[in-house]
């Protein structure tokens, strides 16, 4: 079973580096670990993460693909469905599709990345933040009661962590 595993890690890895989803990169964070990969995301064009490099690493379980990946957002990110708690908790994404219960081991990690870049969009667009399952309810209370004041945030940490990154 491990050997499964592995080999479907290999090949969603091989196909994420070579033509990964719009916006994104992937690489190992350590060359002798296929279960820890860093990730790069862009914010999107027309959001208050506009021009943001924000860095996140995605750690897959032994068991995968039938036990879900941990993704962590390394850069911080004021977003209400991202903990800004102190480590080792901060980055934590509340995502229902990572969760055990929700999780379908024939889920792609493409998908999952897209997913989560769709989280960073506006109201316009196939996914936004899910104020509805928030992990920071102070910010997802803002983002329902006070856009303009939460993407005025939203800009400021996107310039103050996550600009003039590499």
Not at 92 to 104: I, N, P
Request: some cysteine; overall charge neutral; proline content about 9%.
């Amino acid at each position: 079973m491990a050997g499964a595993g592995q080999k479907r890690i290999t090949k969603e890895l091989g196909e994420l580096t070579t033509s990964p989803p719009a916006g994104v990169g992937v690489e190992l964070k350590d060359d002798n670990n296929l279960h820890c990969w860093k990730v790069t995301m862009d914010g999107p064009s027309g959001t208050p993460y506009t021009g943001g490099k924000f860095d996140l690493e995605l750690t897959l379980p032994p068991n995968y693909p039938f036990k879900p990946p941990t993704v962590t957002f390394k850069t911080k990110l004021y977003h209400p469905n991202v903990s800004n708690d102190t480590p080792p908790n901060s980055g934590l994404m509340c995502l229902g599709m990572l969760r055990d219960s929700e999780w379908k081991p024939s889920t792609k990690m493409s998908a999952v990345l897209e997913y989560i870049r769709h989280l960073l969009r506006d109201a316009n667009a196939v996914a936004e933040p899910d104020p509805d399952d928030a992990v920071e309810a102070k910010i997802a209370d803002q983002y329902k009661q006070d856009r303009a004041g939460y993407d005025k945030e939203a800009r400021e940490w996107t310039k103050r962590y996550a600009l003039g990154k590499k």
